[in-house]
């Protein structure tokens, strides 16, 4: 009960980088639903109010790379 105490609340590392890896992959999604529907916006939208959120530093970073080449890699 512990350890979902702790991910609940975010006090573990482990459960901040968690939450901060399904930050990212919701971005992957918003980047390939862009592409699929021709939505133009949506993947600026979610970087938007995603980064400041994102805790972890390289997913900050990557996330931050990501809004200079407006695109998203590997989905």
């Known amino acids: 009960m512990k350890l979902f ?8 590392p482990v459960a901040i980088l ?4 399904s930050r990212v992959q919701a ?6 639903y862009e592409v699929r529907y021709q939505k ?8 938007r ?3 400041p959120f994102v805790q972890t530093g390289f997913l900050q ?3 931050q ?4 080449e407006g695109k998203v890699e590997g989905i």
């Open 5 to 12: 105490t702790e991910y609940e609340d975010q006090v573990s």
């Open 65 to 68: 790379t990501l809004t200079i």
């Open 61 to 63: 970073k990557y996330l």
């Open 40 to 47: 133009t916006g949506l993947l600026k939208e979610f970087l």
């Open 49 to 51: 109010y995603t980064i």
């Open 18 to 21: 968690a939450e901060d890896f």
């Open 27 to 32: 971005v992957k999604l918003a980047s390939a």
